[in-house]
């Protein structure tokens, strides 16, 4: 078990518990021997689910699996296992996804297509599913409303701590909850679905409003952070919709009663994405990125990746130093539109460089006070436009390449 | 100064003379007090030009000048500077510019736009020009045909050894040399004119031919290389032909006496490129990835730099560990099409995975043998068409941090 990241937050938030929903969490000797390592979420009859998934070239089967299931819009179980990714597994892993789902199906009682997975780890190597299905009936009978934590605790593979976050919003004078839990510390990166999250809710909302308010939501949390740059096989984030709550019926996405559910959703899942973040491999520090003047909202979005991704940058915030010439090097390189003569760069809140050049007389000592921070906010005005975009990364340390130089041994 | 790359060179190799060619490098207290931080060559009156530059949009001051420069494709003199970009200084950096070139000018006695000009080290800080100018009359003065070395050494800023290659070509029967001393350790990124380089040989060649062999060169060598996919604001590569060889006309870059003097041209970019690699910033190995199979040769090169430029793959090379599931994650997120179940995957010329799956009886001993060394190579078929493309890059370790956490103090 690698050291909590400093960045952790103090403890697991109490999640209420949303109705219609039970989880639970086990060890089914995957890969670890004591660590949790399967998950299972069982939702009542007529829960609706929405999904975003990576968009790898290589995703794993279950990835393929969820894409199919989802036409149907219906959800009874979600079944993750880490320790294995059942990634590049060929066609014995598109039948051990079959033997799963079928089992689980068989365990809570529903069609195969209402069953979802998910699974997390080394990517090539066969997954053993035959510890998977035979602890789905145990750990099933063992479910309850209040087990956050322990479905939290396993999903996890590199993080180090368990990442849960809640909220509630009113429907039309109703209260809703809002309970997500996530996974991920390496191989994230931008511009997908990122990672594993699973968000539920006791709103009754019809699969297609799902699917709008979660791809809109995706994009300002997890598809606006980044670890390492490096995309994964086998990202997933699914929202499911027990249907519990005693609400007026929502009529679809656009609905004015759901404006505040959307900000909900959009706070718990913003929550979920920095504390994937915050739990970067190696991460010392939480960067945020916001970038103004750009030519559009979307070449906001690519500088600021370009910043958030750049070794050079990564390297100086851990170190402390308030290199802004690397910050303007990662703004020229991302290709987008941008005045160098105009640029203006802030770091902790203080103007570094303006119009172009370093500002007359400028002072390090209180921006240097603000890089010994765990929190860094760098502002980026590239003098074009109107686009902006806030992205959040983490620093690059010695202990990025701990993990990862020899994570299989 | 860092301790040498255990990658570099035994020695710095024997560079003749290149007849029309003459160099010198000299400190003149720019930033450091004894390493040689001063570059001039002068070319023989007649001295026609090429270049390729950084595609930044946040190009520095000398970048700008040599591409106005090149519209003249003549060339007399080039002044490099270490230790100062002279990136994102504004009108201050320009008017610095144009003191250096008239002041070459007015020493070597030609035109200020046959006076080219690179600038390499820190971004965003002021460039003393009054070291550079006060220096120059007095470094041509010293200027002989045999300083490749000094050169060589005067352009590094973080190279842990200095960068020269040399070839001969026949051109229609006459003998011709072509001598390149490059610089660049970190900041290294393909898809464009990466560090800088400068190329020099006696053939006679003109401006427009010249341009355009230097643009296919460069794409199958400078181009071609990643240290840390960070493109620097100062990239340039030129290459001067001071027309000395007494060889039969040449009509344009088609011209078939040329075919020897590209070959001889690509070998000369190429060893400096990987020389470039092998001095990437904490580098422990070489990497070499051969990309077969991809629907076009930009797609392989797109797959193959994702591969190079994942921290994933380079962190596990870093630990010696064959983990060629990252290489399928890296494939994944290049975005281009590749058949995950005709993947096929060899490190070190040992098959790891075909047809989308770990090969059956897979032996890791061979491999791991392979990871061990100095030199890696990894063979990618993606399976869907004929592209192939070759891309070298170096791992990721914990020395890059060290160099680059602390680079300005």
Known sequence: MPKLSPLAPTEFPALPPVPGTVLGGDNCGIRYKHKKDLFLAELAPGSTIAGVFTRSKTASAPVEWCRKALRGGKVRAIVVNSGNSNAFTGSGGVASVKRTVDKAA?????????????????????????????????????????????????????????????????????????????????????????????????????????????VKANDRSFNAVTVDGDTSTSDTVLLCATGQAKHPKVSGAGDAKLRGFKTALEAVMRDLALQVVRDGEGAEKLITITVTGAASAKAARRIGFSIAN??????????????????????????????????????????????GVRVPGYDEAPVAAHMKGREIAIDVDVGVG????????????????????????
């Not at 009682?109 to 997390?120: D, L, Q, W, Y």
């Not at 686009?387 to 041994?409: E, F, K, P, S």
């Open 386 to 409: 109107r686009g902006q975009a806030t992205v959040w990364t983490c620093d690059l340390t010695h202990g990025y390449i701990d993990i990862n130089a020899d994570y299989r041994t």
């Open 310 to 355: 750049s070794p050079l940058v990564k390297t100086a915030i851990a170190g402390e130093d308030a290199n802004w010439g690397r910050i303007v090097m990662a703004v020229g390189k991302a290709g987008e539109k941008a005045d160098r003569d105009k640029l203006a760069i802030a770091i902790g809140g203080v103007r570094v460089a303006a119009k």
């Open 106 to 214: 068989a365990v809570v009682g529903c069609k195969p297509r209402e069953v979802f997975i998910a699974s997390t780890g080394v990517i090539g190597e066969p997954l053993p599913d035959e510890k998977v299905t035979a602890a789905l009936a145990g750990l099933r009978a063992r479910l309850d409303a209040d087990a956050w934590r322990a479905g939290a605790e396993a999903i996890m593979t590199t993080d180090t701590f368990a990442k849960g976050a809640t909220a509630t919003a009113r429907i039309g004078g109703t209260t809703v909850t809002i309970n997500g839990i996530a996974k991920g510390s390496g191989m994230i990166a931008p511009d997908m679905a990122t990672m594993l999250a699973f968000v539920f809710t006791d709103a009754k909302i019809p699969a297609a409003a799902l699917q709008t308010m979660l």
